[in-house]
C-alpha cells in the first residue's frame, strides 16, 4: 500500500520540482536584470520623465530625504520586469508545453510571440501619445487663481507611480485580443456571443479606462478607444480562425 502512494506522489513530485527550477531561472533573471537596471536606472528615469518634459514641465522634486533612493530602486525593478518578461515567458512555456499536444502547441505559440507585441504597442501608446496629452491637460491647471500663483510641482515618486499605471495599464489592455482568443479556443465564449455582448463590451471598455488612467476625459478616452477597436479586431481574427478550422476536416479528408 505504501509502495503504491509513493509511486502515485511520484508525478507530482516531479512536477513540483520541475516548476521550482523554472520559478529558480525566472528569479535568476529578473535578478540579472535588475542588477544592470539599478545602474543604469537614473538614465532610465530620465527617459520616463520625458513626456513631462514635453508637456513644458522642466522641474520635479522630492521631499522625503529616501523618495529618490526608492525610486531609482521602483525604476530599476520596473525596467528588469520588462527585459526579463521573455525569459519568464519562456520558462513559463517549458513548464507547460509537455503536457500539451502538438495540436495545442501550434495554436497556443502564435499567442505566446503575439503577447509582447500586444503589450509594447499599448506601452508606445501611452508614452507616445496618452502621456504627454494628459500631462498638458493636467498641467494647464498652472496659473493665476483670485490673485494667488498655483504652480505645479510633481515629486519623482508621484510621476514615477503615474507614468508606471499608464505604461503597465495600456500594455496589459492592449492583451484583450490575446485574451478572447484563448477562451475562444478553449470553448468557453463564442464569436457569437462576443457579438452579441458588444454593448457591455463598450461599456466594460470605459470602465476599466477609468481604473486605469487618471481621472481626466483625455486619458480614459485615450485607452478606452482602442480597446473598443482591440475588441472589435479579436471578432474578425475569431472570424478567421473559425474559418480555418471550419476546413481542416475537408482537407483532411482530401
Known sequence: ????????????????????????????????????????????FAFLVQPLLRAGQGKIIYTDIFEAFFVEVKVAFFAALMIAFPVIAN????????????????????FLFLTPILFLSGAALAYYVAMPLALHYLLG?????????????????????????????????FLLPVLLMLLERAGIISRDQLRKGRRYAIVAAFAVAAVLTPPDVVSQLMLAIPLVALYELSLVAIWFTERRRAREPADAAS
Open 1 to 44: 500500500m505504501s509502495d503504491e502512494i509513493d509511486e502515485s506522489r511520484a508525478p507530482l513530485m516531479d512536477h513540483l520540482i520541475e516548476l521550482r527550477r523554472r520559478l529558480l531561472w525566472s528569479f535568476v533573471a529578473l535578478g540579472a536584470a535588475f542588477s544592470v537596471c539599478l545602474y543604469f536606472a537614473r538614465p532610465i
Open 91 to 110: 520558462q513559463l512555456w517549458k513548464f507547460v508545453a509537455p503536457g500539451l499536444y502538438g495540436r495545442e502547441k501550434k495554436a497556443l505559440l502564435p
Open 141 to 173: 491647471y498652472q496659473g493665476n487663481v483670485g490673485g494667488v500663483q498655483q504652480e505645479a510641482l510633481p515629486a519623482v515618486g508621484n510621476y514615477l507611480a503615474f507614468s508606471t499605471r499608464f505604461i503597465f495599464g495600456f500594455g496589459v489592455a
